[in-house]
């Protein structure tokens, strides 16, 4: 996290609570219960306060930053105030806007800056519901995803690749396009392998080899269709060439890290690298 | 597996396959007796459960949490009925130029009189179409050769333009033509009113020229094409085909001239059977040949697409749309409710409104069964009439006898005129109906392909259908 915000950064955060009323078993940053809101909020203001007014985008995220409730509409209010011209990315798992009073809320105070990164597990409520450890979390985040685009919020869908969901990927595509044909993209996204994830291994770990196949039929679909899609956190080496136009360098400045392997890459530097914080590398990774 | 019930689907039997389909045209490639374990339920596959569950065939939940997801989803795939009628069809004048053997609106000599429409009655149709709410509002000016009569379409237009100074509306322009005399002056008011030009092509030489009865017509159609490519741009315009009796032998060469044209698309049309109700055999034998005609040249249309070239054929693209996509379609043929009235609207030559392109064709052989009112009488009498109530009962194939039943219908349209020109009865009867055989054979055939080549054919049937 940082002190103060950069004007070209990925990583401008505003850190609202680390409670979450979803527990995903590969969370990369396992909720905690004290109560941090107020702690966060007046931190929030400060950072917001002191921001350079070029500043690019700023993420809101958590744990569950909706959970602060108003305060959370507040702290969006600020931004817009303080920071007209920026970007606001919510990372939130979407089951708050399952009502749609609070989403009306976040568009009066956000105007037509916002956009919520929600992450859907799968095509099936009970998988997403296993992975996001929260029954009913499917429903509500689906009807959230519904009330959100009612309102013109833009809509960004997250899915976390592992074991539980990886040979469906193709059904999700194919259910996103069906059913949430307005998302603005879709990021299939690599794990990291730190928290959770990391204890969870046995269960949810899997190799981006193994997934690559229904990775890529899956990003095919979407791309057959025009809806924009990534790839974020998966190393170009793992990827067939003809699907590295869709992957990004998603991974955070602070948290990217290369490879002794790395220096000797053609592609280094359109590559995301690896997870610093991760505790394993991946498996199959090489020069390019 | 949970307990779970079962949502509204039906099933299709297609090359050792069952294809299951909701209402919203969803469907699901599943193993012969995959209906039958649902129905009792012993699936045994949990990939397949999973798939049946997240596509709203069967619920665990009595009242399913998300079923107004599917319902949203309905009210887009019924979207062309929100804005009521934008297409509104001027039949300027029986007045023709060329003498097209399987002519379907009894066109008229060049130099007759008493077949256009008058200054005053256009001015009336503009005002009317006005009524209509759509927010999109196309003016698709037919005949007879309606570049005969162009201060008509001048008149049109600018009544048009003048109410829509106030109305707001987007206003698109169509002149349907033959491209035989495009004079500079009309090339000038397409230029200046952006009129898109949808002209006829049969195909070589040797198939347009026999079913257009002269023996320049393959010329004169290209070198106006070309005229009108150079002062408009390609983009507007396109090109229509029939299929003639003599056209069912050559579905290939009918399409590569097409490609060599610069189209990117072809439309294979059958003739449409009006008022010939009376020689049916024939035209039983004609829609059994043009199926097999469709099928081959659609199959050639894909081989044309896996070497890189884009083409699509139109009518399979309306159907994969409603296959593929979750999106609507506003062709008038495959709607339910029907098109006539609610999406397409006919100004006729005489002074008179009629429900479609078929209905004033209809008109010709004195049968005034779809005729709505007097282009002069008001919007709500014309819109709303007798005639408009009686269809308002058969138009929906939801509630049809022979259609409600039928795993295909939410691909398919209600088509009252066609039955009551073909079946004496617009209800129709289905069993006996060729529209039904025709759209039924070509709908299963696309599954076909799909089930059979489906890695081959999705990704060039996606480029179609966006």
Redesign the interface.
Known sequence: MKERFEIDSNSNVLFVTSQCNNHCIMCCQPPQKDDDFNFCFNQNIKLIKSAPKETKVVCITGGEPTLAGDSFIELVSLVRKELPLTDIHVLSNGRAFSDNEFVHKLKVAGEDKVFIGVPLH????R?HDIISGAKGAF?ET??GI?NLANEGILIELRIVINKLNY??LP?LAK?I???L?FVSWVAFMGMEDTGWASKNAETIWVEPIDYASQLCRAV?ELD???IPVAIYNIPLCLLPTEYHRFATRSISDWKTRYLDICNDCSVRFECCGLFGTSMRNYQGLKAI | MRKYALLPFNFITILNHEILINE?G?FIITPIGTVQKILSHSISDE?LY??L???FFVTEEILP??L??YA??LRTKKGFLDDKTSLHIFVLTLRCNQNCIYCQASSQEETSKHCSMSLEDMTASVQMMFHSPSPNLTMEFQGGEPSLEIDLIRHGIETAEEINKEKNRKLTYVLCTNCRKLSDDMLELCKQYNILISTSLDGPSYIHNKNRGREDSYEKTIAGINKARAVLGNEFVSALMTTSELALDYPKEIVDEYVSDGFNGIFLRALNPYGLAAQNEDWKRYNQRFISFYKTAVDYIIEINKHGIFFREEYASIILRKML???TTGFVDLQSPAGTINSVIVYNYDGYVYASDESRMLAEIHDYSFRLGKVTDKYEDVFCGSVAKRMGKIWANEALAGCSSCPIKVYCGADPVRHHSTQGDMYGFRPTSLVCEKNKAIIEYLFSLIVERGDEVL?IF??WV?
Request: hydrophobic fraction near 25%.
């Open positions: 799968s095509d099936f409520f998988d429903n689906m009807l519904y040979y469906r059904q259910y396009f069906k059913n044909y095919k057959d269709w025009d | 919203l969803d990939d999973k798939t569950v997240s596509n949490s998300l107004d997801i949203s989803r996509t979750p999106y990704p996606r480029r966006k």
